[in-house]
């Protein structure tokens, strides 16, 4: 909240605080809620939710807000709400209760790859129209690892994950905007002064922010010259402002949170817990990692935000959420395995066994 602020406060005073404020607040809500409830609810829901999900992400292509060429957003008022955050998690939600529920059958085609193939093809096909490249192929990919910890075969996964690339490849050559991206990414010198200036400002803020920062508040880069900075580019001011020391403490945090996130899974009481808290901590740890990585240049322009710290109220909500049902996964003990009877059990081993008098066996009587 402080960042947001320091980076917007020159455009438009508190107005982002304000509104990231009442997000935050619908955010923590969920967080709580989902962490008093037991998240094996979810497996009752998860077709309302799913069906939900759809039909928002189909009337946000015909009704929605056109903002940069993209109609990803519904506007409530002085606040928007980007539908495609709410599916990428009902999605995950849904694909932990399939998986579990036909574990047996995961090894197929059909139940493998062919049915959730078709649920994850229409949602991300959805949100790739909007168009959101980066969060479409960030929920394919998100869900693809939960395929595979679900034990799909690889001869099954590697065919439909080839040509997906082939796919975006293809797009990405034929697409003037993308294809551009991707050239400046690779000659961000040549391109500064056009496609590549976001990647080249930012660059500039991190260097010129040093080890310790020029000081909160005190960054330059925010006065106009890294477009988007309050969201996407949000981490290239906390360099600036606050030096390597805060970027390194930002990294951190999310290999913690990560870390953190396996654990809660590989302990989770059941198979709809672990793949549903493995992908909650992918969702989140892959996409700090690609935001992070187009900042510093190491990945082209996605247009994806940094959880928990650029503005957008719908990611940062969405994200809370995610985190209750994490906490919601550890509180649930794990289902204790009943014991198994020792080979010598006492009661039966000659030992502790009380012994018979031969004399008064009837073979022994005259």
């Known amino acids: 909240m402080v960042m947001l602020y320091s980076s917007s406060m020159v455009q438009v005073g508190a107005h982002y605080l304000v509104m990231q404020s009442i997000w935050c607040v619908l955010g923590l809500l ?32 015909l009704r929605g807000s056109v903002r940069n060429h993209a109609r990803r957003w519904f506007v409530l008022g002085p606040a928007s709400f980007q539908p495609s955050e709410v599916a990428k998690l009902v999605v995950l ?52 690892i939960m395929l595979l910890i679900a034990g799909i075969r690889l001869r099954y996964f590697l065919p439909p994950v080839i040509l997906v690339a082939i796919g975006v490849g293809v797009f990405i050559a034929y697409n003037p905007m993308r294809s551009e991206r991707v050239y400046s990414w690779l000659h961000i010198e040549e391109t500064k002064q056009d496609k590549g200036m976001q990647a080249y400002q930012a660059m500039v803020a991190l260097g010129s922010g040093g080890v310790s920062g020029k000081g909160l508040g005190d960054g330059r880069q925010k006065l106009g010259f890294v477009p988007e900075h309050h969201t996407d580019f949000i981490f290239s001011i906390i360099g600036e402002e606050l030096g390597l020391i805060a970027t390194l403490l ?9 870390i953190c996130g396996l654990y809660i899974s590989v302990n989770a009481p059941d198979m709809f817990g672990m793949l549903l808290g493995s992908g909650i901590t992918f969702l989140i740890g892959l996409q700090a990692f690609i935001n992070i990585g187009v900042v510093t240049s190491a990945l082209p322009n996605k247009g994806l935000p940094l959880p928990f710290i650029s503005y957008g109220g719908s990611n940062l909500m969405v994200m809370l959420t995610c985190v209750g049902i994490l906490l919601s996964i550890a509180r649930q003990p794990r289902a204790t395995q009943p014991k198994q009877e020792h080979a010598l059990d006492p009661e039966e081993t000659s030992l502790f066994k009380p012994q018979r008098n031969p004399f008064k066996s009837p073979r022994y009587s005259t």
């Open 30 to 61: 969920g967080t709580i809620t989902m962490t008093v409830l037991d998240y094996r609810q979810l497996k009752k829901i998860w077709w309302l939710l799913l069906a939900v999900a759809l039909v928002l992400l189909v009337l946000v292509l």
């Open 93 to 144: 939600i849904a694909l932990a209760w399939y998986a579990e529920h036909y574990r047996r059958l995961m090894s197929t085609w059909k139940f493998g790859i062919l049915i959730p193939g078709a649920v994850i093809g229409i949602t991300a096909g959805l949100i790739f129209k909007e168009p959101d490249v980066g969060n479409a192929l960030l929920l394919g990919t998100v869900t693809g």
């Open 250 to 258: 930002v990294i951190t945090g999310f290999v913690a949170f990560v």
